[in-house]
């Protein structure tokens, strides 16, 4: 069977001294303001009825952003719900559970709403349709249980119909 590691400690996410170097290190004084690494101001984003709940949420695993195997099919159908409906379009919130730092969790939240992005351009599905967000854990159960941790490492496909 597969062994499983312990539940790892939320203080190995801080960054610190010598953590600079990690692909995934964000420095917190280019995070804030206008024009800051990777966090562009956005205009009014797309207009519409936001619908919830249309298309399933894709679960990742613990600090991954990659689309897991079993998870695919979500997006499989996600695009072909967006050729049947070419008016509408999509928001991918990405988010995290309570581990880590809010600052780690917002670039992590971003990453897998990017590789879902790409997974369904991939599939065909213009990124003109397509709005990324990043909610890294503001709506994670702080201290969850391993399965609501689960339920909250995900990315939420929201669907807008035009006004």
């Known amino acids: 069977g597969c062994k499983q590691s312990a539940t790892p400690n939320p203080n190995d996410t801080k960054l610190g001294a010598g953590l600079g170097n990690r692909p995934d290190w964000i420095n917190t004084t280019d995070i804030y303001g206008p024009g800051a690494d990777g966090l562009n101001m956005r205009g009014d984003g797309m207009q519409g009825t936001y619908l919830e709940d249309i298309l399933p949420s894709v679960l990742f695993d613990f600090d991954q952003t990659y689309i897991l195997p079993h998870e695919r099919h979500k997006l499989e159908k996600a695009a072909e719900y967006l050729r049947t409906n070419p008016k509408n379009n999509l928001l991918i919130e990405g988010h995290c559970d309570w581990r880590g730092t809010a600052e780690y969790n917002l670039s992590l939240g971003d990453r897998r709403a990017n590789s879902v992005n790409q997974y369904l351009s991939n599939l065909g599905i213009s990124p003109t349709r397509i709005e990324t967000v990043s909610m890294g854990d503001l709506e994670a159960v702080s201290d969850g ?19």
């Open 145 to 163: 249980s391993e399965s609501q941790m689960q339920e909250d490492r995900r990315t939420d496909l929201i669907v807008i119909e035009p006004l």
